[in-house]
């Protein structure tokens, strides 16, 4: 064991400086830099154990500076740090409402809003256990990616009755689409695709029937971002790194372009280890980590392609971020859970309601 803890040492050292002083450099730093939770986490005690039979100190050193750069990455996954964030959250809000408030004497106009968000998986099955889901959760939008055809016929017979309001977007040459059903009236006001890859994201404009809100409009992003192995044969894993690079600034680009409050949300095939990630949330704010229960991990449910069987999610794919302040009415998740049921598809659904507030300073 000491042996084999020795040859990790200096891994997880060089990893640890290439992430930091590198970022993703390239498709390949990427890849490694996507487990940084894992790597993390196993390069404490691997340290610890490598370095304690040479100097204690130096053992003791290596946990304490691996524990805090931990915590200031990953602390938010943990149940008491995410509770203290929530009371802050939960005492601004109160702040932000109280009439006696003398900053905003009246108390804000506000609606909520719940949405499921679910990479279906692209091949031909039975959705029936999905649309039990849909009639035991109630979400006001539904939003998928990866719905070819066949997911859309039946997600048309079934949803027709209680969603008004349906869009499917498949394209089957790329095995890819997207759907999205509302009990809400909505628009679609954009689609994107890079020619010769698959769609990345379709935009939806719902409107709010809350009259006391003035901004009755809410951009609603569903996205799929192309994954690091699709294509990978074809243009190799730094062009894939980049080409996801340039769809994820395309949404944030036309979300400043817009000046509207947004939801994105949906398959970013990425992790809170990237360098997306990092401008992403520099922009936008996680839901996630505004109100879900540790880490999130969403995929893999199943081990498609290759062995058809049930697995634990070991990484964060499926994300929804929205503006926050930045635009009235103000964004903020108020609930947010990853779904576990067996649907057949290798990603979790995300279910969340989202609170959209008036702020009014006077």
Known sequence: MST???????????????WRLLGDRNGWLAFLNAWAWWLLSAALPAGMAALWRRSRLA????????????????????????NRTRIRRIEQIQTDTNPENPENPCPNSSFSLSLLTFNLLNNQRNLTPLLALVARETPDVLLFQECIPSH??????????????RLWLPAPEY????GIASRLPFALTGFWQYPGFEPFATRVTIALPHPTISSSLLDLYCVQFISPTNEVRRVGPTALLRLRERQIDWVLAEIDRRQRPALVVGDWNTTEGSDAYRRVTAQLVDGWREAGNGPGWSWPRRLNPLVNSAALPV????????????????????????????LGSDHCPLLARVEMEEVRLF
């Open 4 to 18: 084999l803890c020795d040859l990790l040492l200096l891994p997880f050292l060089l990893w640890l400086a290439a």
């Open 59 to 82: 053992s003791l050193l290596w946990g304490v500076g691996v524990a805090a750069f931990w915590l200031r990455e990953y602390g938010w996954t943990l149940p008491a740090l995410k």
């Open 152 to 165: 859309a016929a039946q997600l048309e017979r079934g949803l027709a009755a209680c969603y008004p309001h």
């Open 175 to 178: 095995g890819m689409g997207f």
């Open 315 to 342: 990484l964060r794919l499926d994300y929804a971020l929205h503006t926050s302040r930045r635009f009235a009415p103000a964004l903020a998740v108020a609930e947010m859970r990853v779904i576990q049921d067996a």
